[in-house]
């Protein structure tokens, strides 16, 4: 079991000072580098690459020679024990799923839940944090009072949140937040990377205001 007020590995702390996890997720990764750059650029350190984008594992490896050590980078839709491998092995740090479907992995597993029941049971299996997805049909209410009688789980929700919720999630306690498509758009099929950059400093700053 994990405990809230114990120290997060090292991957983990780097999600939660980010605040954000920028989920990559595009018919084809291709466009995956020139978005992370930006995203880095404004601040965004933590970038979850789907494996339902074409060439995810491919752009696992590229960004991890690309990118800044301080950036952490993992693969998400994670659903087999072959995907968390090949994960892995490309260079993801972090492995994210929908469901609570793996064992223990040799890095950090934040699995999917919904309701208190899978929540503290992946907890109890020591998930260092839970993906509460999906979360914008929830709302922030449910994570505080989620948290009233489980204090010491780390929630990450994820799915449905847009850029103007993300203080009011962190301040019900997530210890971060994933964003898709609210925050990339339509950057990673070609579309306005400025917009992009601006979306991004929208995010971080967000972060920032919670945290104050």
């Keep these: 079991m994990t405990d809230q007020h114990a120290p997060l590995d090292p991957v983990s ?3 939660a000072a980010s605040g954000v996890v920028a989920v990559l997720r595009a018919p084809s990764a291709d466009g995956f580098a020139a978005v992370a750059d930006v995203l880095v650029a404004a601040g965004v350190t933590a970038l979850e690459i789907t494996l339902t984008s074409a060439g995810a594992l491919e752009a696992i490896g590229g960004l991890r020679r690309q990118l800044p050590e301080t950036v952490v980078i993992g ?5 087999t024990e072959d995907d ?3 994960s892995i092995d490309a260079g993801a740090s972090f492995l994210v799923a929908p469901v609570s479907v793996l064992g223990p992995q040799p ?3 934040y699995p999917g839940a919904f309701t208190p029941t899978e929540v503290y049971t992946a907890h109890r299996a020591g998930a260092p944090v839970i993906k509460l997805f999906p979360a914008g049909g929830l709302g ?6 989620l948290r009233g ?3 010491d789980v780390r929630i990450m929700p994820t799915g449905g949140i847009g850029l103007d919720d993300i203080s009011q999630w962190l301040t019900a306690g997530a210890v971060a937040v994933g964003l898709g498509g609210p925050l990339i758009g339509d950057a990673a099929t070609g579309g306005s990377l400025t917009a ?4 991004a400093r929208h995010a971080v700053d967000a972060v920032a205001f919670a945290r104050s």
């Design 84 to 86: 968390a491998k090949a």
């Design 196 to 199: 992009l950059a601006a979306r």
């Design 13 to 15: 702390a780097a999600i």
């Design 149 to 151: 009688p489980l204090p």
């Design 107 to 109: 890095v950090p597993f």
């Design 140 to 145: 922030p209410g449910y994570l505080k009072d």
């Design 75 to 79: 693969a998400g839709t994670v659903l």
